[in-house]
């Protein structure tokens, strides 16, 4: 046994006599003459002096160190007495132990300079079973497990999964509640008090190993000092072993198979806030004054341990992601034919996923906390990636042969990129900064697929007109206005008015526009008011045009006109369907007693057309 009250007088001389040793070899080194057999002999003798001298030292310094380990494990056991006891008081013992047992070993140091001149080769050695003694005494599976069950949600010994698929999320919908609160929040306290309160006690191991073992010289060259950093790491790695290993527990990664214990199961979302408190803790290890020595190689071992580990919490939540894309590609609920999909279901539950995302992030944080999502390059990277990969089915869906390409294909890409803009501007600055590229493409594929379907829906209900008036265009492109009269007769040109644009017809045909546009349209898009909107509009600069040319070329004033159009449409547009719906059902019923009565047959015919045109615009698609 040695008493290390009494060992200052010792150490002293065995330090003096390695040294005396040091400086005798180093003399006859130096005076030349080593391949004479004399000289030879005798530096073969110091030698073996030496290795004898350093491996007995060796057992001296091993034996001191499991001497003093034992000495403090047992003078700071709280494994048997810490029930009740809070975190921060379990924290304080063990880092008031770590102080004890390094302070005392800072008597001994001089015993290991003396190794490291004469025999380095020994170090490894004596590092291991130093980092062995941490590992099974200071740091102790026992100590982190007393530890970690004191945290206060205790997710190291009774873990809830809160990830959940992106199909088994709520449907989000522009009206209501915006925001989708129902998700349970992950239990990230703990990881917070763990790094907080732990991990200074590794890094202050990586720094008290680097100073004992002499592995941060401030004179080696970069090669030197990555191998000796690699050496410290594997030291305190084998030293914080038990801490990494319910570490790895709290922050949802998944167990191996070969574990042993209690299994863990992989939690994604818990995951993806470990990656955001972990690089948060990052930031308080950085070595911004350059200082070197071991406070660096401390700082930098630490930042690998955060990097490890974010590592695998970063791989976990992006194969999480992954499996979520191949879902989203499977365009679920879509009917072949495109008509009346709707908000696509994978575009209806992202919300409702990156409003989880924030319940987590912000979960034990102050009020004012955003997480900067943005700013975190994995995170940002993937939930991007995601949402790609919703206009990617998106554009599949609108392209497969199935689709009908008159209007459906157009429909879903209007309806879903509206709904995917206004439902993250809806989630605040947060997500529309993170969004902000797909926000912009989607929507420019809104604002081309909504003049696509307006301009088709125009067509359609307005055929008679849009053909006259296109005609009438190109003849005046070619041959002048003076000279349109000629091609198109202005009985013919009034005829076609009369029969297509009065004030009665334009009325049915603007109401049949909108119950066409009601029925496209789903009420969770939220689209049909902005959609009529810019009907409106575009009905606006349609019959404007079409007033201008009229004028020009014949002299002729368009009633209604184009301002009275964008009244009627109005006026269309503030009824209800059902309203819609009675009118229509009323117009065909009058116009089947009329001809029960025995009118004539063009006001037969006139009539039937009217209310053919009607059923056929609210049973189309």
Known sequence: NVDPKNSDKGIDEIYQAGRFLKD?????????????RSVSERVEKLASVANQFCTSLAQIVVTVMEQLSSDVVASTDFTKSSKGETHTTVAKRIRDAQRKFQSSLLGYIKLIEVLALLKPSILPAIRDAYSELVAEGILSKKRMKVYFASLPQRSSVSGSNVTKDLKEYSAVTLR????????????SQDIQKALSEILPVIAREAYFTAALFGLSSRHMD???????FE??????????????YYMSRICGIASEVDAEGKKVSADPMLSLVSSIHLNEAMDSYIDRQKTGGDHSLSLAYVRATILDMRKKVDKQWVTWVEEEIKWIKTSSGVPLNGKRA????????????LDHVMVCCKADRPKDYSPNLHKIKVVSYYLQKMAG???????????RETTDQQYAANVMRMENSYFFTQSIKQRGSEMTTLFQKQITAASAICKQSTDAYLGWMIKREFKSLHSLFSNISRIRRDVGGADVPIHVPRATFVRTLSKESSREVMKEKISVIYARMEKHLSEQGGLLPVAWKALVKVLYEWFGRW???STQCYKFILEPSAVDVVRIAKAAGGGSRTKTL?????????????????ESSTSRRSRSNTADRGSSGLAYA
């Open 582 to 598: 009675a009118s229509e059902s009323k117009t065909s019923t009058s116009a089947g007693a009329s001809s029960a009565q025995g």
């Open 24 to 36: 005798a070899i180093d003399r006859v080194e130096k005076e030349g003459g080593v391949h004479l």
């Open 222 to 228: 970069g090669r030197e000092k990555k191998r000796n």
């Open 342 to 353: 709707g908000v696509f279901a994978s575009f209806a539950r992202f919300p409702a996923h």
């Open 389 to 399: 990969s919703l206009f990617a089915s998106l554009h599949e869906c609108a392209e």
């Open 231 to 244: 050496s410290a790491k594997r030291s305190v790695d084998h030293s914080s072993q038990y801490f990494r």
């Open 547 to 549: 007033e201008k040319l």
């Open 176 to 187: 209501g509640n915006k925001e989708d609160t129902s998700s349970m929040p992950v239990n």
